[in-house]
């Protein structure tokens, strides 16, 4: 039999009344949404399931909303009884990753995942920057846009998110430069993201010395399974190698398409994608049919 992988969304795939069903259905679900609001001290619950949106999206209060259904949906799975043999996480969702797998608490991740977007969020008015996704666009040709695009500012590739889909971070002069030029090289679409930071690249540098302490203040443990890093598209379960590696995810990009490759190779083929949306599955389907990704949201998704 093939092994399984569950898989953690990151930004993006929040929307307001994400949670709800589950707090309703699941009383263990309902226990994660309470111990949010202890530890960040305001209502997590209104803000989920009644934005507004325009708070929801805002990074510092996105990244513990996602976190905190993500670790909501994991209840479902633990429920099930579902084994599992690896985790991965969309950037955010590596710590969704790796509190499912045991290495750190859900009220020491839920700290971290505000520290950050609280520091990503700083950095990204200190810094103004843009992103922009790129769409049909290889790989090697888009390297050569981004070479040329640096001389108006800095831009670099962030997310690699499928072979047909490449999301750009940097400095607006930048990022406006390197669509021009994908336009010109033969992107078949150039998206630009309403974020509020170049996230994954050099302009996130103001956010790591804070995010350093935060994270030596957090006792890591193994994972009781290997995580497939976003840095380095590898399984790791060393705790100081993960917090290492959780450091340099700031400013590196998420190398989602290898980090799937790994997946299969390791005959990782049946993936559950934990938390809100379906953007991973998504995602599955533009790296290789081989993988069979089922959203799991709720308590019936693991019974169809």
């Not at 929801?56 to 429920?79: G, Y």
């Not at 203040?217 to 705790?239: F, G, H, R, W, Y």
């Amino acid at each position: 039999m093939s092994k399984r992988i569950l898989l953690f969304p990151g930004q993006g795939s929040q929307y307001v009344g994400m949670g709800k069903k589950l707090a309703e259905t699941s009383p263990a679900a309902k226990a994660i949404l309470d111990r949010a609001n202890s530890v960040l001290g305001f209502d997590l619950a209104d803000l989920l399931f009644n934005g507004p949106e325009d708070k929801l999206t805002r990074t510092d209060n996105t990244q513990p909303a996602i976190f905190t259904v993500s670790m909501m949906a994991m209840e479902a799975v633990r429920a099930a009884g579902v084994a599992f043999d690896f985790v991965a996480g969309h950037s955010l969702g590596e710590y969704s990753a790796l509190c499912a797998a045991g290495a750190f608490s859900f009220e020491d991740g839920l700290a971290l995942v505000r520290l950050r977007g609280s520091l990503m969020a700083q950095a990204g008015d200190k810094s103004p920057g843009s992103m922009a996704a790129i769409l049909g666009l290889e790989a090697d040709k888009l390297g050569a846009v981004l070479k040329e695009a640096s001389s108006a500012g800095i831009v670099v590739a962030a997310n690699y998110n499928s072979p047909s889909q490449i999301v750009i971070s940097g400095s607006v002069a930048g990022v406006q430069a390197a669509a021009k030029l994908a336009e010109t090289a033969g992107a078949k679409k150039v998206v630009m993201l309403a974020v509020s930071g170049a996230f994954h690249s050099p302009l996130m540098e103001f956010a790591v010395p804070g995010l350093k302490d935060g994270l030596a203040k957090v006792a890591i443990k193994a994972p009781s399974v290997p995580l497939l890093s976003n840095v380095e598209a590898a399984p790791v379960s060393d705790p100081e190698a993960i917090r290492g590696l959780l450091l340099r995810q700031l400013t590196s990009p998420v190398r989602w398409v290898e980090s799937m490759q790994a997946a299969l190779a390791a005959d990782a083929k049946e993936a559950l994608e934990v938390g809100p949306g379906k953007v991973l599955m998504g995602l599955a389907r533009g790296i290789s049919r081989d993988m069979k990704v089922t959203p799991v949201e709720n308590p019936e998704d693991l019974k169809a």
